[in-house]
């Protein structure tokens, strides 16, 4: 008798501990690659580690239009990623029912250095970001209650969700952590610039000269090796009538910070147009006649910006040719950004 109990107990107990085993899960974790010379990411990846298993569920809800109120809309119908995460065609993004959004969509690369997220800074966390978009009526409109039931009904998620967090349990807290698991994935640093940074290669005589003229005019803002400086400014543009965006102002309420906006990533410039917050200029050529003769004088303008930006035709063929330099295609075309398949 006893020893039928005692095999009874050790049966249950290490039928226990492979259950518990079972919802346990095993993680793989991911190292971001970078190079060397490149700043400590602002990201604390000590705290939140990258998984393999994370990451797959990101990639998966970021390109669900179950995360629109109408199932139209998902992360990726903005960013996409043959554009390097933003969006093509239009100056402002779209969401459902064809409604028109507020600004142009910033692209998603190297997002782990980032301090503060939109053209406004309004979010400072990565692992928030999602809830802006998702929430915002002119983009996916929709909650994350309705969220959460939609993808409780589609057996898939719940596997995903196991191999990620343990066991089945789908919260705002998980969805908003593997979209940002993915998103820091995208990393973009095998540009023609950064092989002749390597000495890999060379920059041909016009990129060359392109790189002088840019780190004379626009560097400072622009800072290698991320080609920002993470920080809020105003170039000069003119204020939309129709938009009345003001930037920076919208969230301090700063008189001195009206007309800021975050300085973009000159990285893929290439395959990122429409440019500037509202998508008002269509090519790099309209962009340099603003910095050449469009800028509006203000008292908060940046400090950073040329008095003049004076380019003779050969020195605007030499800054573009620099500017394409920075296209990534490695990251542009990676399949392991794109929709997955699996």
Known sequence: ?????????????????????????????????????????????????????????????????????????????????????????????HGIYDSIGFRNSPVLINLAWNKHFMWDGAVNHIEVQALAPISDKREMAETFQNIINKLKNKPEY??????????????????????????????SANSKYDRVKKGLEKFSTQEENGYRIFQKNCNSCHQEPLFTNGNFENNGIAVDKKLNDFGRYRITLQTLDSMKFKVPTLRNIEFSHPYMHDGRFTTLNQVLNHYSNGIESSENKSKELPKNLALNSVERIDIISFLLTLSDKDFVFNAEFTYPRN
């Open 158 to 187: 719940s596997q995903l969700f196991v191999n990620a967090f343990g066991n089945n349990e789908i919260s705002l807290e998980r969805i908003l952590k593997s979209i940002a698991q993915f998103q820091l994935t995208l990393i």
């Open 1 to 93: 008798m006893k020893n039928k109990f005692l095999n009874l107990f050790f049966g249950s107990l290490i039928i226990s501990i492979l259950w518990a085993f079972t919802l346990i899960p095993t993680e793989e974790i991911v190292q971001l690659v970078y190079p060397k010379s490149w700043p400590k990411p602002h990201y604390n990846f000590n705290r939140e580690p990258l998984t393999k298993e994370k990451i797959a569920l990101g990639r998966k809800l970021f390109y669900d239009p179950i995360l629109s109120l109408d199932n139209t809309i998902s992360c990726a119908s903005c960013h996409l990623s043959y554009n390097a995460f933003t969006h093509v065609d239009h100056a402002l993004s």
